[in-house]
């Protein structure tokens, strides 16, 4: 009995080197609501992609439109980077369009290939995995290089899961349209289709992220307005597909920007991390 006393004595200065919640940082609504802009701007991009699929192969929009939104949205972005980035210069610009001329080149010829990827797949299973890759495109964006925490934008699960359901939903463009249909001029026209919104993806999920970056460093501003402007122009498109999505779209959007911020602050009260001389001893390298 002495001895299991003795093996469970602990000194009364034990608790004096108690430390509670040593790494915590409190919050304010209003930063976190700030902080969130950036999720905000992605779903609305996810979701203005999904809205210009289904639009194309409802044919309300042509391949030409897509195009020139494309080549328009092109020129748009690079010339923010020019105008917020000042180590973006000549020479970057042309290097930039020298491997996008070649990345749109080799998709422009892969086109006809990935345009009959999912041919033997029924439209449910194609519906079920892109939804799969959208929501996992979402969880593992780098919204750190977005809001500035990083300086270089490192999100490869989360492009490859985006650029995947692109060309999944491009390969129904040419299954949807033609199936059984062996017209040059339709399959010609829908390879184009398939192009214009693989190629258009990239612009979405690999080089509109840099530009937002740019910009949120540029002006916190232009950030925020972008990110109203993104948001109620998905949420008016959404209207010409369902009023219930739209519905849902802003339901989710208000939830995450306002409901999700005030939530973090209420349970911040509740953080209880403590630190003493019982954690396991860390070890720092000195350089000399």
Same mark, same amino acid.
């Given at each position: 009995?002495?001895? #299991? ?10 608790? #004096? ?19 969130? =802009? ?7 991009? !996810? !979701? ?10 409802? %044919? ?24 917020? *980035? ?16 070649? @990345?749109?080149?080799? @998709? ?5 290939? @990935? ?6 797949? *029924? *439209?449910? =299973?194609?519906? !079920? $995995?892109? $939804? @799969? ?7 593992f964006h780098d919204y750190g290089y977005v809001n ?8 490869? +699960?989360?492009? %490859? ?12 463009? $040419? #299954? ?12 010609? %026209? %829908? ?6 919104? +693989? ?25 925020? !307005?972008?990110? +109203? ?30 409901? $999700? ?5 209420f349970i911040q009260k509740y953080k209880n ?16």
């Open positions: 009995m002495k001895n #299991n006393l003795l093996d469970n004595y602990v000194d009364e200065t034990f608790l #004096n080197a108690l430390v509670k919640n040593a790494n915590f940082t409190k919050y304010s609504v209003i930063e976190v609501i700030r902080g969130s =802009t950036v999720v905000t701007q992605q779903i609305s991009t !996810a !979701a203005l992609f999904i809205v210009l699929f289904v639009f194309t192969y409802n %044919n309300s929009i042509s391949v030409s439109f897509l195009i020139s939104a494309q080549i328009i949205l092109l020129i748009f972005g690079f010339t923010v980077r020019m105008l917020t *980035d000042p180590t973006f210069n000549a020479g970057g610009l042309l290097e930039s369009w020298r491997s996008l001329s070649l @990345l749109f080149g080799s @998709l422009f010829l892969l086109s006809p290939v @990935l345009g009959t990827l999912t041919a033997p797949f *029924d *439209d449910d =299973t194609i519906t !079920a $995995c892109t $939804c @799969l890759l959208i929501v996992a495109h979402l969880f500035g925490d990083t300086s270089r934008f490192s999100a490869p +699960v989360s492009l %490859n899961a985006a650029i995947f359901a692109s060309v999944l939903l491009g390969s129904r463009l $040419c #299954n949807g349209n033609y199936t059984g249909n062996h017209d040059t001029t339709i399959i010609n %026209n %829908n390879t184009l289709h398939v192009f214009a919104l +693989v190629s258009i993806a990239i612009e979405m999920f690999a080089l509109f992220p840099i530009m937002r970056h740019f910009l949120k460093k540029y002006s916190l501003k232009l950030h925020y !307005a972008l990110t +109203v402007f993104m948001a109620v122009l998905t949420f008016i498109l959404l209207l010409f597909i369902s009023v219930t999505l739209a519905i849902l779209f802003a339901s989710g959007i208000l939830f995450i920007t306002f409901g $999700c911020p005030f939530w973090l602050v991390e403590i630190h003493g001389p019982w954690d396991e001893a860390v070890i720092t390298m000195s350089r000399r």
